[in-house]
T-cell receptor, first 116, second 115 residues
Framework: DAMVIQNPRYQVTQFGKPVTLSCSQTLNHNVMYWYQQKSSQAPKLLFH???????NEADTPDNFQSRRPNTSFCFLDIRSPGLGDAAMYLCATSRELAGGSYNEQFFGPGTRLTVL | AQKVTQAQTEISVVEKEDVTLDCVYETRDTTYYLFWYKQPPSGELVFLIR????DEQNEISGRYSWNFQKSTSSFNFTITASQVVDSAVYFC????????????WGAGTKLIIKP
């Protein structure tokens, strides 16, 4: 089945120690997203890639970076995790439709990050 | 400003009851899309439905149904004969040209189905 895969499902890191979360997709969608979701809140968009074009949200901290080496893979790098970065990180994909809109976003299972 | 309001923070019902989750949106665009997602305790967001602004037909999928009314800017979601497995947080979201088609999320409604 076509899907969005995130690894690892659970990640524990130390305060200030860089961490990388990964996402892969078999849907061949041209758009990939990274969201941060904290408890009892809606997902918050960090950035997205439209093909190889990177689009950062204005309020995404510089501490968060991303890479998309090819259509299938996307990485989220947190350069110096703080306690406030503990959250669920969700990867999603979508496909551009005619007229510039997008179809629905399909989400991976998420990576729950704990910062000690 | 674009906005999605889910006024019900938490709803608790007994299994087999019908339950409706409300969603009210605001937009200046005439073309837009509305979505519902389900997030069970496992955490994965599951896509339920996408509706474009030109299609006001109500949708039924098994025990799920959606009522889209442009006159009241609402896109409500009803679960008939609820089951314990329906327990989850449900998010309504809006996508439109004005936000570059990024999802504008409601705050979510936590649905608890008691056996």
């Amino acid at each position: 089945d076509a899907m969005v895969i995130q690894n690892p499902r659970y990640q524990v890191t130390q305060f200030g120690k860089p961490v990388t979360l990964s996402c892969s997709q078999t849907l061949n969608h041209n758009v990939m997203y990274w969201y941060q979701q904290k408890s009892s809140q809606a997902p918050k968009l960090l950035f997205h890639y439209y093909d190889k074009d990177f689009n950062n949200e204005a309020d995404t901290p510089d501490n968060f970076q991303s890479r998309r080496p090819n259509t299938s893979f996307c990485f989220l790098d947190i350069r110096s995790p703080g306690l406030g970065d503990a959250a669920m990180y969700l990867c999603a994909t979508s496909r551009e439709l005619a007229g510039g809109s997008y179809n629905e976003q399909f989400f991976g299972p998420g990576t729950r990050l704990t910062v000690l | 400003a674009q906005k999605v309001t889910q006024a019900q923070t938490e709803i608790s019902v007994v299994e087999k009851e019908d339950v409706t989750l409300d969603c009210v949106y605001e937009t200046r665009d005439t073309t837009y899309y509305l979505f519902w997602y389900k997030q069970p305790p496992s955490g994965e967001l599951v896509f339920l439905i996408r509706r474009n602004s030109f299609d006001e037909q109500n949708e039924i999928s098994g025990r799920y149904s959606w009522n889209f009314q442009k006159s009241t800017s609402s896109f409500n979601f009803t679960i008939t004969a609820s089951q314990v497995v329906d327990s989850a947080v449900y998010f309504c979201a809006l996508s439109e040209p004005g936000s570059n088609y990024q999802l504008i999320w409601g705050a979510g409604t936590k649905l608890i189905i008691k056996p």
